[in-house]
């Protein structure tokens, strides 16, 4: 029978245990300190947050108003299974959108103006500065551009 035999570690492979474990109890180091930090912070946060609490809820009802006052220039809702092309471009710009939709797929652009082309103006629902336009026959395509009233 053949010998087995253990081959004693090298000096190469001991460096390199050596090296993981040190980068191991680093990373363990690193995070331990970090979860200290933010345990400090949070306790601060809370400190601070209790003694300004009216005004920050004042705030926050202020930026939440002026969000939902906030209206779209175009809103296009898909009404059908699917809906070609529809396309949404900044004149002389980017194109914002060129695909087909989806039914219940709904899009909203906020840009000064827009360029909207509807392949089949019967398939979306078009909602213009908050007020919806009206529907255009199944099949018929649809060319309009739409200025924010800002």
């Known amino acids: 029978m053949g010998r087995h035999r253990s081959d004693p570690m090298g000096a190469a492979r001991l460096t390199v245990a050596v ?3 040190g980068a191991v109890v680093t990373l363990l180091v690193i995070g331990a300190r970090a979860l200290v930090g933010s345990l400090g912070a949070a306790a601060e946060r ?7 609490a009216a005004p920050a809820t004042e705030i926050a009802t202020e930026v939440a108003t002026q969000a939902t006052v906030r209206v779209p220039t ?5 009404v059908a299974e699917t809906c070609p092309i529809v396309t949404v471009r900044v004149p002389g710009g980017d194109v914002l959108q060129y695909r087909e939709m989806s039914r219940g797929e709904e899009v909203s652009y906020y840009e000064p103006e827009l360029d909207v082309v509807l392949s089949d103006a019967g398939t979306v629902r078009v909602t213009a500065n908050g007020e919806a336009r009206p529907r255009g026959e199944a099949g018929e395509r649809e060319a309009f551009t ?3 009233p800002d």
Do not use: G, Q, Y
């Open 19 to 21: 090296l993981a474990a």
């Open 46 to 52: 809370d400190r601070t947050s209790a003694a300004t």
């Open 74 to 78: 175009v809103r296009i809702e898909c």
């Open 146 to 148: 739409v200025k924010s």
